[in-house]
T-cell receptor, first 114, second 113 residues
Framework: DQQVKQNSPSLSVQEGRISILNCDYT??????FLWYKKYPAEGPTFLIS?????DKNEDGRFTVFLNKSAKHLSLHIVPSQPGDSAVYFC?????????????FGTGTRLKVLA | NAGVMQNPRHLVRRRGQEARLRCSPM?????VYWYRQLPEEGLKFMVY????????ESGMPKERFSAEFPKEGPSILRIQQVVRGDSAAYFC???????????FGQGTRLTVV
């Protein structure tokens, strides 16, 4: 039962262009969403989060959009840089089954081409 | 995320031995999560702990695996009688409270030979 899905395993983008990473969720009890970046052999690094009371949150080059009716969120990176090449995970949290678990998607590998 | 300390970074165990993975959360954080990542897969939730309490262990195998977060000291993930299928990267994350940013450690890579 995959409650958080990232349907694109990989994405290639030219340097300077926009990268759009997508994430879908199924549990309507999720009310807090996060994006993480992960390099090989390192732990995930927090990027940006959004609460369900908002539909957009921006931090520098990173913007997260939340569409609650579609149960969909996306991460926009603009402009993309070669250093952004990594695996990106979305995560969701909420009062599911009485506890606040952070459920992760399977990740999207982003490659930014110089 | 340098504030969350996991050790050891690499651990090699023979089949049947015990593995102990340690996680020291960031200062002021009383919530700890453990995740497992198999090669080419995502992060799978294992267990959620607060100080001295297991809140949710629904992602942890019923046998051989246990976790604790004592009042003093790090959180420990313990795997008894390891098998080859336990080989994975184990990450812990700490946070101050629910629905706040979770900060991850660098992980422990367990190899069972």
């Amino acid at each position: 039962d995959q409650q958080v899905k990232q349907n694109s395993p990989s994405l290639s983008v030219q340097e300077g262009r926009i990268s759009i990473l997508n994430c879908d969720y199924t549990n309507s009890m999720f009310d807090y969403f996060l994006w993480y970046k992960k390099y090989p052999a390192e732990g995930p690094t927090f990027l940006i989060s959004i609460s369900s009371i908002k539909d957009k949150n921006e931090d520098g080059r990173f913007t997260v959009f939340l569409n609650k009716s579609a149960k969909h969120l996306s991460l926009h990176i603009v402009p993309s840089q070669p250093g952004d090449s990594a695996v990106y995970f979305c995560a969701a949290s909420g009062d599911t089954s009485g506890t606040y678990k952070y459920i992760f998607g399977t990740g999207t590998r982003l490659k930014v081409l110089a | 995320n340098a504030g969350v300390m996991q050790n050891p970074r690499h651990l090699v165990r023979r089949r049947g031995q015990e593995a102990r993975l340690r996680c020291s959360p960031m200062k002021g954080h009383s919530h700890v999560y453990w995740y497992r990542q198999l090669p080419e897969e995502g992060l799978k939730f294992m267990v959620y702990l607060q100080k001295e309490n297991i809140i949710d262990e629904s992602g942890m195998p019923k046998e051989r695996f246990s976790a604790e977060f004592p009042k003093e000291g790090p959180s420990i993930l313990r795997i008894q009688q390891v098998v080859r299928g336990d080989s994975a990267a184990y990450f812990c994350a700490s946070l101050m409270g629910v629905n706040t940013e979770a900060f991850f450690g660098q992980g422990t890579r367990l190899t069972v030979v």
